[in-house]
């Protein structure tokens, strides 16, 4: 059977449509190709030559493509500047990556830049190391949700951008600046632990749920707030029923854990320090090589055999573990705040540096529990690419030009306008009477355009005259009725050549203009 090279060509290519290629497919595709290109080699040549040369060919190709691959990811990363603001989401349901299997994508576009004010960052930063979006009480397969914690509407102070969080809070201990641009106008606002106002917020509306997930409609691109806290506020809902309970795929392996650590009966700060210590010995990957075992969750595995993953993983399991303890705990989501920019004298939040903590009811209040091991920031901001100092400079620059503040001319800005309207007037006035007659001639000459002199518009003028804004397909319909066949067709050919005339850069030919003049004046004399 014979089977031509069009038919492996497109056999290998629809090869390379499966979703798990790797070097081997590659190494393949080079030997085909090899063996393909040798029976057609020219017989004169060295053959270390040719082998030479195919493995210059088969590196530069895989070379290419690689950097093709890369540059497809930092496409998509730079698309994530633009269009991915990641600002907003489900203040009710948190869907994870827990059991995903491979490695989870990082992304360097910049979300939130936060200025402490009066620049005292070392003072105020511990207030906003964590910024809280919103937390969830039930754990259901992969996901958790929020129950029985619905929206309520914030009614704001009277300049509408003010919005007050607590009743009765004492005077605020530190302040934070925020700025982000966001999708559709609408973000769940990243916002330290123990906010109790907002200022500086133009919004359109402004909800709150019980569990401190504050969701703000600006109707606009960009969000400028400042938030405002004091220390110690309790300004989430205290623990219910939710926030105790294990759910039943889980409960056996953490009540087993829970056990061994002794963390029933002991205070909870003990406990909370005990499960601190015991997730400290694990590691932080954001890969996963392979599903659970058949009978195990991925958080179950992750507790008794891998020992490894990624801040959900931690955050989901110290949840469980302080609810095997009979500790009140909740799953909380936002940002970290860690990497300081000096080209901007701000810290930057980026989309990689999304993070998941505990929170756990400790003394009567909800305390911040984050037991990812501290090292994952240092780690993932290693995989950054060599050229992210140069798009940060851009994207600095975009933010500045996007934020300018509205410009306001000084007494110089002033003097330089009057310059420039004497100049102009000088242009406009003086420089007419210095003209020369021949120069003003020219200038006119020169603005004359095209096939201004053609028979035709004497033709236009002889017949029915032609409406403002018709084109002269329409307008030859208009008039066919009142013309003979002939006259139509020598009409025709004669507006031909005049848009050809008017329009066409290379003009007509000598033949062709005077074959236009005579058809023009044969038109004449018959419509007159």
């Known amino acids: 059977m014979y089977v031509s090279a069009v038919y492996v060509a497109l ?27 040798y029976a057609i080699r020219p017989a004169h040549s060295s053959l270390a030559a040719w082998v030479l040369m195919l493995a210059v060919a088969a590196g530069a190709g895989y070379a290419g493509q690689v950097g093709l691959a890369q540059l497809q990811a930092r496409i998509e990363s730079w698309a994530i500047d633009f269009n991915l603001r990641g600002l907003d989401a489900d203040p009710f349901r948190s869907v994870t990556e827990i059991g995903s299997i491979g490695r989870l994508k990082q992304y360097d576009a910049i979300l939130l830049r936060v200025y402490a004010d009066n620049g005292d960052a070392t003072r105020v930063r511990p207030h906003f190391q964590l910024l809280h979006r919103a937390s969830y009480n039930t754990y259901s397969g992969t996901s958790w949700l929020a129950r029985e914690s619905t929206m309520q509407p914030i009614e704001s102070e009277a300049d509408n951008t003010t919005w007050t969080l607590a009743a009765a809070a004492p005077p605020r201990t530190w302040s934070v600046r925020f700025a982000a641009r966001i999708e559709r106008g609408k973000a769940l606002l990243p916002l330290p632990a123990a906010t109790t106002r907002i200022t500086g917020l133009t919004a359109v509306s402004l909800r709150r749920n019980s569990l401190g997930a504050v969701h703000a409609d600006v109707g606009a691109d960009w969000l400028q707030y400042q938030a405002e806290g004091a220390a110690g506020m309790a300004t989430y809902a205290a623990p219910g029923v939710p926030d105790l309970i294990l759910p039943s795929a889980e409960r056996a392996v953490f009540e087993r854990v829970a056990a061994e650590l002794a963390l029933r009966g002991v205070p909870a700060e003990e406990a909370v320090r ?25 958080l179950g595995d992750f507790m008794t055999r891998t020992h490894s993953g990624h801040c959900e993983y931690f955050a989901a399991a110290a949840a469980l573990l302080l609810r095997a303890a009979g500790i009140p705990a909740r799953y909380a989501t936002g ?16 989309s990689r540096h999304a993070h998941a903590w505990t929170r756990a009811w400790v003394g009567g209040r909800w305390i911040d529990l984050d037991t990812t091991p501290p090292h994952w920031v240092a780690e993932e901001a290693s995989q950054a690419p060599f050229w992210q100092g140069l798009a940060d400079l851009a994207r600095w620059a975009g933010f500045r030009w996007i934020m300018r503040e509205e410009f306001k001319p000084s007494d110089a800005w002033y003097g330089v306008l009057a310059v420039l309207a004497l100049i ?18 020219a200038a006119v000459a020169r603005q004359r355009h095209p096939g201004e002199d053609s028979e035709f518009y004497a033709v236009e003028k002889s017949l029915a005259a032609r409406a403002e804004g018709e084109t002269h397909a329409a307008w030859v319909a208009r008039i066919s009725s009142g013309l003979t066949p002939g006259q139509l067709k020598i009409l025709r050919d004669a507006l031909r050549l005049h848009q050809r005339y008017r329009f066409d850069p290379a003009g007509l030919a000598a033949t062709e203009r005077n074959r236009l003049r005579e058809l023009c004046r044969t038109l004449i004399p018959r419509t007159q």
């Open 11 to 37: 056999a290998v290519i629809a090869a390379g449509v499966a979703n798990l290629r790797g070097p081997e497919y590659y190494t393949g595709v080079v030997i085909a190709t090899a063996w393909a290109l």
């Open 274 to 298: 005990r499960i601190a210590r015991h997730l400290g010995s694990f590691t932080y990957s954001l890969y996963r090589e392979r599903a659970a075992p058949a009978g195990e969750t991925a």
């Open 335 to 350: 940002y970290a705040v860690e990497e300081h920019s000096a080209l901007e004298n701000a810290y930057i939040v980026r």
């Open 424 to 441: 102009l007037g000088w242009r406009m006035f003086g420089g007419k009477r210095a003209a020369r007659k021949g120069d003003a001639g």
